[in-house]
């Protein structure tokens, strides 16, 4: 494994405004071209979290997929997002992996919302993705889905012979800071349980429905302490993480061994 340069991109995105959107994360992300090899943005980005935005929920031949694949190539890394997407079965809350040499790896989101009503209007998806990035195994997610650690659970020699699933667990997200502690928390607790690099890509700002977000985007590392922790800002940071550390921890603990089997349903 290399190191690798995680960029995450902390922002107020706009109320049901995809250009906008666009244009606003186009100019965050521009000045990272050559410092970054993967790029966060939150979840549902061209809209915000909305129950009201399925209805400018775009295929996967529209706009917002085509800017990711330019803005992959532009800056030469990976980029990552959510957005509302309507496709054979219904409208998802769909994350993007999206990488410079065009291919695009995708996610639907698991665990729908209930308390926002949100699995009423959207399909839930059901298979988790890895995804494998400059030498890194990567798993993404979706802000909700932070609550469930036994979907994100990292096994041992079962997508890989005698490793773990992934070495990096991603979740963007629309996370109010009314839960901000168990945001903060729950981050934490994915990165020890799984051995695990953990980054978190929250908003700022307030949205349409009034509610405020406070950021605390985050690195943590397989120990649970915070790498990079942002404030209530508008921001845009770059990490290195470093595989060494994280492959001694591996050998030096390997509570990997003693994990209980399980399959999903």
Known sequence: MNNLRLSLVQGDTRWHDPAANREYYGHLIAPLHGITD?????ETFTSGFSNEAIDQAETMDGPTIAWLHAQARKLDAAICGSVQIRDAGGVFNRLCFVTPDGALHTYDKRHLFRYAKEHERYAAGRERLTVEWRTWRICPMVCYDLRFPVF???????????DLDYDLLLYVANWPSARSYAWKTLLRAR????????????????????????????????????????ADEEVVSTMLLQAAPLLEHRARFPAMLDADAFTLA
């Open 38 to 42: 993967l790029v966060l943005l939150p």
């Open 152 to 162: 994100s659970r990292n096994r041992f020699n079962v997508e890989r012979g005698n």
């Open 191 to 230: 990165a020890i349980e799984n051995l695990c690099f953990v980054a978190g890509l929250n908003r700022v700002g307030t949205d349409g429905n009034g509610l405020d977000y406070e950021g605390g985007s985050a690195v943590i590392d397989f120990l649970g302490h915070p790498l990079s922790e942002a």
